[in-house]
């Protein structure tokens, strides 16, 4: 009998309290992504546990007081109001280290939109600068294209005005030939100065005078257009001459340098020609340059001495090499040289 009234106490005082397995099967864990809803529904529920709890809590000093069976189950009750109490300071902990980290993350969040934001208005701001300098090149184009056309209506304005006055000028001197008599234009200079010293009226000398005038200017336009063609022609030619000369001295110094370096090469040719003769020459008659020189030196009365100088071996050579003839007494025939020779030694 003590037992069922245990076990129905134990029901009654946990009917209304959650197990700790429970109780964590109602709570969700926070993310950072989450937002403020669900960080207060979390609290709403932890709130609302703190209460149940207090006011079960309050209860159970009236089931001391009505039941003095129940000490054990209050003590069981009293631990699992003391884990619970400790599972929701650490859920409230737990709740409030979530609450920093979102806020850190929304604070995150927030500098990566403002960085973001920086970057899009400095992106403008370069597209903008871009685009303006752009529009200016396309402008300052534009305005260049538009004087140029305006410089060329202006010119061709300018070519337009001068030959309506050029056909002016041909339609008056059309008109005054026109009113000269064809008789008046084949008369001489003469025949004009009698007709104006037989005129009886100042008309006539006057007219007289005019058709003088106009063919001494014609005559004077006549001659500067010769003279002036005269000169074109003189002024092309001496350019031609000019031009001619130019080409005809670059060829002469190109001529110049080419016998210059056709002479080094035959200069160098002769030289390596000689001295390959003089090579091989030069070791089979080496005992005969010597001597003659030293009978030389013996003729003249000169001692010592074996090293034959370079001179003397050069004029030997010289002797050997260009006298004519295979008989030793035509190679002494040049004996004026080496007698100088000698005495210069």
């Not at 039941?67 to 409230?92: F, Y």
């Not at 934001?117 to 090149?137: C, G, R, W």
């Not at 005019?210 to 010769?226: F, L, S």
Request: glycine share 2%; proline share 2%.
């Amino acid at each position: 009998m003590h037992q069922k009234s245990n076990e129905l106490v134990n029901e009654a005082t946990y009917e209304g309290i959650e197990l700790p397995e429970q109780r964590s099967r109602n709570f969700q864990v926070i993310s950072p992504h989450l937002g403020d809803e669900t960080a207060y529904c979390t609290t709403e529920k932890s709130n609302f546990l703190y209460y149940s709890i207090m006011e079960h809590r309050n209860n159970d000093l009236h089931y001391k007081c009505m039941i003095p069976c129940q000490v054990t189950s209050d003590l069981n009750e009293e631990e699992t109001i003391a884990l619970l109490l400790k599972e929701l300071d650490i859920l409230k902990a737990s709740n409030k280290k979530l609450q920093e980290k979102l806020t850190k993350e929304d604070k995150e969040q927030r500098k990566l939109k403002l960085k973001l934001e920086l970057q899009e208005k400095a992106t403008e701001a370069q597209i903008a600068e871009k685009t303006a300098a752009l529009v200016e090149d396309v402008y300052f184009a534009q305005r260049e294209r538009d004087e140029a056309i305006m410089s060329r209506l202006q010119l061709a304005n300018e070519e337009r005005d001068e030959a309506i006055a050029r056909a002016k000028h041909m339609e008056m001197s059309l008109k005054l030939l026109e009113n000269i008599n064809p008789e008046e234009n084949d008369m001489t200079l003469q025949e004009l100065l009698n007709r104006i010293n037989n005129a009886d009226t100042g008309i006539a000398i006057q007219k007289n005078g005019a058709i003088i005038v106009d063919r001494i200017y014609k005559t004077k336009e006549c001659k500067k257009r010769i003279t002036a063609e005269e000169m074109n022609a003189v002024i092309e030619e001496r350019d031609a001459a000019l031009s001619q000369c130019k080409r005809l001295e670059q060829e002469l110094h190109h001529l110049k340098e080419q016998n210059q370096t056709s002479a080094n090469n035959v200069r160098h040719l002769t030289a390596e020609n000689n001295q390959e003769r003089a090579l091989k020459v030069v070791p089979e008659r080496a005992s005969l340059v010597k001597g003659m020189y030293h009978a030389m030196r013996k003729e003249n009365g000169l001692l010592g001495g074996t090293h034959i100088p370079a001179a003397a071996l050069s004029v030997f050579l010289d002797i050997i090499f260009f006298s004519r003839g295979n008989n030793l007494k035509n190679k002494w025939c040049d004996r004026q040289k080496i007698n100088n020779l000698m005495d210069s030694l």
